[in-house]
């Protein structure tokens, strides 16, 4: 069992930036892990945001390319999303999650704000 705890959420006017992390406790593993972000708009289906392979491919959903970046860091078995120049549109609750197949886990989540 892998727990992903997410933090680095909060409110932010638009134009600034915010810092997700994901620390997840599966030890050594953690670097197997494909990781990505998603997030979910209030009446919004969940969408994926950014994803990095364990080999440390990235992608991105085309609304943040550009605008996001996905890192990782095994030796401290933590996920980040840099989000910057953000836009209201970003406001949503952004969730972490970890998969090698046949395994999913997903963190709690954490909110993001985008309001002047």
């Known amino acids: 069992q892998v727990q992903l705890v997410e933090s680095g959420g909060g409110s932010v006017q638009p134009g600034g930036s915010l810092r997700l992390s994901c620390a997840a406790s599966?030890?050594?593993?953690?670097?197997?892990?494909?990781m990505g972000w998603y997030r979910q708009a209030p009446g919004k289906q969940r969408e994926l945001v950014a994803g990095i392979s364990s080999g440390g491919t990235t992608n991105y959903a085309g609304s943040v390319k550009g605008r996001f970046t996905i890192s990782r860091d095994n030796a401290k078995n933590t996920a980040y999303l840099q989000m910057n120049s953000l836009k209201p549109e970003d406001t949503a609750v952004y969730f972490c999650n970890a998969h090698i197949f046949p395994l999913n886990y997903w963190g709690q989540g954490t909110q993001v704000t985008v309001s002047s």
């Open positions: 599966s030890g050594s593993s953690f670097s197997t892990f494909a």
